[in-house]
């Protein structure tokens, strides 16, 4: 079974700094786009960065400049470092990954649990 393992987050005062990273697990052949994405209490799940396999990145303007996402292939990882944080970046942040199970078959859609980050005014 192949799954998402996130670690981060936490509470963090405004202007301050957090990392999220996410890593895939289980069996598969290949891990291709992988992202980040939040959801805010009463609010809708947003994207909030992407990652391509060859490193090309696209992110949501509130977090540019702010935001950095990268990758390790190696390790099938996908970070977020996150500063200057602001209480409006409250949120569970999700990480994401299309994994192709078989050379031959279509990428799936994994998600992982969540983590959530606090940031404090």
């Known amino acids: 079974q192949v799954q998402l393992v996130e670690s981060g987050g936490g509470l963090v005062q405004a202007g301050g700094s957090l990392s999220l990273s996410c890593a895939v697990s289980?069996?598969?052949?290949?891990?291709?786009?992988m992202g980040w994405y939040r959801q805010a209490p009463g609010q809708q799940r947003e994207l909030v960065a992407t990652?391509?396999?060859?490193?090309?990145?696209n992110c949501v303007d509130s977090v540019k400049g702010r935001f950095t996402i990268s990758r390790d292939n190696a390790k099938d990882t996908v970070y977020l470092q996150m500063n200057s944080l602001k209480p409006e970046d409250t949120a569970v942040y999700y990480c994401?990954?299309?994994?192709?199970?078989?050379?031959?078959?279509?990428?799936?859609?994994?998600w992982g649990k969540g983590t959530l980050v606090t940031v404090s005014s």
């Open positions: 994401n990954a299309d994994v192709r199970l078989w050379s031959w078959s279509n990428a799936i859609t994994i």
């Open positions: 990652i391509a396999r060859d490193g090309s990145t």
């Open positions: 289980g069996i598969y052949f290949r891990v291709d786009s």
